[in-house]
């Protein structure tokens, strides 16, 4: 089965600081990869996804992630966060052949005002 | 805008009892799906649900869960004789198709605490 990886827990930064948030993943085969964002208080929404084509994907709120084959990655990054973008950041992949989506353990994102 | 939803936000219960945790899917959803986030871990896949079968589950889907969609709305996860570590985040989800492709859009989760 596949897994992921979210290599940092908690990261704290100040209003307009540039965020990236590492995640990889291990699976032999092809799969979709997401970024699911948790506010406080409030249920998973999806941030951006990757299925094919171009590696830079953007989302919502200004977000965008990258995905490295060679690397098993997909990074989340935005360039300039504010203080709204506090909450839990979850990587997530599904192969494409099933329905078995697993997640990263999540990622705290504290933004300062 | 159509969402999941979870009833109760909050159970509490004692060892040995069963839970059942309720979830209403968006209506023209086909594919439904429970995971668990235990305090402080990762969101973990617990089953998948199709056509009034299950489809996938995980390893922790063990004999003591069971899923069943009893009417045309309602799509629950059982759980026969509750242990202290069943203690989590029940997440439902739902998707239009059951490829990894679509979109699964959560509910707000239902805190579940075994005493």
């Known amino acids: 089965a596949q897994s992921v990886s979210q290599h940092n827990h908690h990261v704290i930064l100040s209003e307009a600081a540039s965020l990236e948030l590492g995640c990889n993943y291990s699976y032999g085969g092809t799969v979709n990869l997401f970024w699911y964002v948790q506010y406080p208080g409030q249920h998973l929404q999806l941030l951006l996804k990757?299925?094919?084509?171009?590696?830079l994907v953007k989302g919502i709120k200004g977000f965008e992630a990258e995905f490295i084959k060679s690397k098993f990655s997909f990074n989340l990054r935005k360039p300039s966060v504010q203080w709204s973008d506090t909450a839990e950041y979850f990587c997530?992949?599904?192969?494409?052949?099933?329905?078995?989506?697993?997640f990263g353990a999540g990622t705290r994102l504290t933004v300062k005002p | 805008e159509p969402e999941v939803t979870q009833t109760p936000s909050h159970q509490v219960t004692q060892m040995g009892q069963e839970v059942i945790l309720r979830c209403v899917p968006i209506?023209?959803?086909?594919?439904f799906y429970w995971y668990r986030q235990i305090l402080g871990q990762k969101v973990e896949f617990l089953v998948s649900f199709y056509n009034n079968e299950i489809s996938e589950k995980s390893e922790i889907f063990d004999d003591q869960f069971s899923v069943e969609r009893p009417d045309g709305s309602n799509f629950t996860l059982k759980i026969r004789s509750t242990k202290l570590e069943d203690s989590a985040m029940y997440f439902c989800?739902?998707?239009?198709?059951?490829?990894?492709?679509?979109?699964?859009?959560f509910g707000p989760g239902t805190r579940l605490t075994v005493l």
């Open positions: 989800a739902s998707s239009l198709t059951g490829n990894s492709y679509n979109e699964q859009f």
């Open positions: 990757y299925f094919s084509g171009d590696p």
């Open positions: 209506s023209n959803h086909l594919y």
């Open positions: 997530a992949v599904n192969p494409v052949n099933n329905n078995d989506m697993r």
